[in-house]
């Protein structure tokens, strides 16, 4: 089993910048890939970046350039940097872990709103 419990979520205001930090905690040793989700109110959650085990990063689209994922292995910790945030970054943003044998685990939400 796996814990993910997300932190430093919050409102900032547009062009600003916020870290979400996730740590987990169990099985940690089963981690293969950790990343990041949002789901924004009305809509389907969707992957913002992950990184694998070997720091290899994937962004969506939409944060490319703005968002930085990083991982801390000894800390068992996966980070979220945004800068420029916009309006429609508004969302909860969700921490997942993918074990090696495919299950995928949540955390609990961290909300980031941002104001224009």
């Known amino acids: 089993q796996l814990q993910l419990v997300e932190s430093g979520g919050g409102l900032v205001q547009a062009g600003g910048s916020l870290r979400l930090s996730c740590v987990a905690s169990g099985n940690t040793f089963s981690i293969n890939t950790m990343g990041w989700y949002r789901q924004a109110p009305g809509k389907q959650r969707d992957l913002v970046a992950r990184?694998?085990?070997?720091?290899?990063?994937n962004y969506a689209d939409s944060v490319k350039g703005r968002f930085t994922i990083s991982r801390d292995t000894a800390k068992n910790t996966v980070y979220l940097q945004m800068n420029s945030l916009k309006p429609e970054d508004t969302a909860v943003y969700y921490c997942?872990?993918?074990?090696?044998?495919?299950?995928?685990?949540w955390g609990q939400g961290a909300p980031v709103t941002v104001s224009s």
């Open positions: 990184i694998t085990n070997t720091d290899s990063p």
């Open positions: 997942t872990a993918v074990a090696y044998r495919g299950r995928t685990y």
